[in-house]
């Protein structure tokens, strides 16, 4: 086995399944990580925390592994990926390599293809199901002392939650994925608040609303783990935002820990900072303030609020829905940027319309654009759409092209799109071919 059967082989039973499932089911009706329950607990020997929240979880994934890094060695499972499947898995900052992955894949096979034997009635094993159970499985060969895990849109439905983890952090809870975890956020909150488990002893939780918190609170009660609240327990403060970053200070524990900065775009990472600084500030033995500080100032997190051009500026991130847009408006008023123009590509069935509506009162032209990937449909009408809802745009296919028509007039872009959008003009930049399209890029 190499690598890209690995990656078919994590999909594969979710592929085998696809023709049958209701495509608009919630993933209560649809995902059973029961089934891999026993596989990824038998793995779960090292320390763990898992991440959960509807924006900034991998953000706050990021910036916990890299101040716990500070002390130990830490493994780290995000998702999605944008370019290679590998940047998922990572131990002390360096991607799985794909002959490692490969082993951990093959290693498991048997064990996953018994249970698929087993399966009737269109249930699946979930891809994040095999891809947390080849990710611990590596940590452990790697021996990382302490592991990092993303979930994925939810928790209690989620296979990633099925990993032990003693502390769970809660980043702001809103209305998205309605479809697969419920019509608003106090519904969501009700799915993400199992990522508090009995396991679990600490948990933290963002800026949420009443309900939200009450929500958690009740979870956190129930399961006998002591909830540390934003604003009562830790908080950040003074946020200042510039094109090199954000700037901040950060309180946790009634101790003021200084200044911080991160080369993150945007006030809420500094939440998100002061989110993970909590966490790590519980979990390290020894908090090295002036060392994580260090480590932070150079943190990477390409795709989110992600300025990948200064002349013209050009921002790009994975927002797809009318909430993500207060960030994205929220940083551009403070980076003095107007006038821009915003290229949207969101799929059909997602959010496109409230995404134009937040945006068009901010940009000078919406640009529509699609991605290569063939599961996902861009159509016109999107456009009609937008028209039926007085607003302006034209539909140009294909992100590079839309975005070399954004910036030919030299005013400021914003890309605003689903991951496969957003992972083609990060696969350009890596190859540096931005250049090319944008006409020079510093």
Known sequence: MDA?????????????????LKYSGRDSS????ELTEGIIRSLSGTPALCVTGSKGKGSVSVMISEALRSEMSVGLMTSPHLVR?????????AEIPGDDLAHCVETLKPAFDRIQAGLDGGRYISPMGIQTAAALMWFRERGTDFNVLECGKGAQYDDVNNAIHTRAVINTVFAEHTRELGADAEEIAMDKCHVITADTRTAWTAPQTEKVLGILAERADRMGAELKIWGEDFSSEDAKVSESGTEFSVTVGGEGLGRFRVPLLGAFQARNCALAL???HDILRHFDRDRIESILSSVSWP???DLISRDPAIIMDNCINRASCSEVRSVLRELGISG???VIGIPDDKDFLGVAQEMAPVCRRIVLTSSDNPHYRFTDMQTSALAAAGIESERIPGSAAAL???????HPVVILGTTSVISEIQALREKGMLAHIIGGID
């Open 4 to 20: 890209r059967e690995a990656e078919d082989y994590i999909y594969s039973s979710y592929a085998e399944a696809a023709a049958g």
């Open 30 to 33: 649809k995902r059973h990580p």
């Open 85 to 93: 499947f590998t940047e998922r898995i990572r131990a002390d900052g």
């Open 278 to 280: 909590a966490a790590a």
């Open 303 to 305: 795709g989110r609020m």
């Open 340 to 342: 821009a123009t915003a």
């Open 404 to 410: 070399a028509s954004a910036a030919a007039d030299g």
